[in-house]
């Protein structure tokens, strides 16, 4: 039995070369190429997160600048229209100063009357004029169905006033650009 194991230590001793200073070389290059290999792999892992958290900053960027400018228009629009209903509430006593003022022009009634019912008028259209209320030019014009409304068709003879407003029974107003009523006309055919 002794025999059998000096045989095994000489074979493991025959087994057990010495390494050459080539092969560790060898074997160190191996190894530095496999620690390389695994870094590569690693920055492209860390280029691909950084690439991926990049574009999903530039999104979450996008995504704000939209909400911002989103509100912003809202916000102003908001604000544009916001007296809306209480101007729109003013042009049923714009019309009545319209109309009492053609009573009076017509009935002849004192001048002072006359003037002070204009003075109220032209106050009641300069505070509208400087909240964006104008109103919608009509007599003469040709119809526009975004600004008009006919409410009755007259026949004429003069080929230049067909399709053009004729006569205005109710006077439009734009609020900020925007109809807030049409001008109601009576158009020649």
């Not at 911002?68 to 544009?80: F, N, V, Y």
Request: glycine letters at 4%.
């Amino acid at each position: 039995m002794e025999e059998e194991i000096k045989n095994i230590e000489n074979t493991e001793q025959k087994e057990e070369k010495p390494v050459s200073e080539k092969d560790r070389k060898k074997k160190k290059i191996a190894e530095q190429a496999e620690q390389i290999k695994a870094l590569t792999e690693e920055l492209e892992k860390a280029r691909e997160e950084v690439a991926e958290t990049r574009d999903q900053h530039l999104r979450l960027q996008a995504e704000w600048d939209n909400y911002r400018r989103r509100t912003a228009k809202e916000r102003l629009e908001l604000i544009d229209s916001a007296g809306k209903d209480i101007l729109t509430g003013f042009l049923p006593v714009v019309d009545d100063c319209q109309r009492a003022l053609q009573v009076l022009r017509e009935s002849g009634a004192d001048p002072a009357a006359i003037e002070g019912t204009e003075l109220i008028y032209n106050k009641l259209m300069n505070f509208l004029k400087q909240r964006g209320v104008e109103p919608i030019p009509a007599r003469g014009a040709a119809f526009d169905t975004d600004f008009h409304e006919a409410v009755a068709k007259f026949p004429v003879e003069d080929p230049e006033k067909k399709n053009t407003v004729i006569d205005v029974t109710q006077e439009g107003y734009t609020l900020n650009g925007n109809v807030i009523r049409y001008a109601k006309v009576v158009v020649g055919i």
